[in-house]
Every structure is written in C-alpha cells, then in structure tokens.
Nanobody
Framework: QVQLVESGGGLVQAGGSLRLSCAAS????????MGWFRQVPGKEREFVAA????????RYADSVKGRFSISRDNAKNTVDLQMNSLKPEDTALYYC?????????????????WGQGTQVTVSS
C-alpha cells in the first residue's frame, strides 16, 4: 500500500487561498493517477480533482472548476492542489489518493486506504 501524507490545510477567510500537498511513497507513483477528495462529517467523500500519471489529463468537480488547480511532480512523488477563491462550502477534510486507472478517480471513491487528511476551514 502506498503511504500518503497530506499537508497544507488551515484556517482561511473566504476569498483566500491555500495550497495543499500530498507526498506519496512508492516506486510506481509516476505510473498512477492521483487525485484529491474531501469529506464533511456526516457526508460521503467527494471527488475534487484528478490528474493522470504524466499530467496530460486533468479533471475537476464542477464545484471547484475555475478555482482549484491540481498538479504533480513525479520527481518528488507529490501532487498539489492550489485552491483559490475559497468559499465556506469548501470547508472539509481533504485527502489524496491514487489508482492505476485514471478514470476510476471520479467514478468511484472506494479506495483501500486513506492518509490522515488535512483540514481546510474557510470562514465567512
């Protein structure tokens, strides 16, 4: 199992920005799709963004399109999420995860395991 460590969350005012980072261990990082998900207590995890193994393809949830940007650095085994124009409804625990199949990133979220996540809280 790939080890995942999310960081960069915090408390920010509406309209502000945060940059989340996900550090992943594993020799196969450069060959798997990576993505970001978020979860609010009492609700299921929600797909946020995904990027294929080489960064050529990117997909966003409609709720964050135009505000968030996903990127990856295969040399560092990291995937980042730049979040701009944050809204209170973006408040959630953010997780990263990966899959061999890029298309599964937004079609299913039943991953085997998750990291600790990083909390993003946006005040109004």
């Amino acid at each position: 199992q790939v080890q995942l460590v999310e960081s960069g969350g915090g408390l920010v005012q509406a309209g502000g920005s945060l940059r989340l980072s996900c550090a992943a261990s594993g020799r196969t990082f450069s060959s798997v799709a990576m993505g970001w998900f978020r979860q609010v207590p009492g609700k299921e995890r929600e797909f946020v963004a995904a990027i294929n193994y080489n960064g050529a393809y990117i997909r966003y949830a409609d709720s964050v399109k135009g505000r968030f940007s996903i990127s990856r650095d295969n040399a560092k085994n990291t995937v980042d999420l730049q979040m701009n124009s944050l809204k209170p409804e973006d408040t959630a625990l953010y997780y990263c995860n990966g899959n061999q199949n890029y298309y599964k990133m937004w079609t299913m979220t039943a991953f085997a395991s998750w990291g600790q996540g990083t909390q993003v809280t946006v005040s109004s």
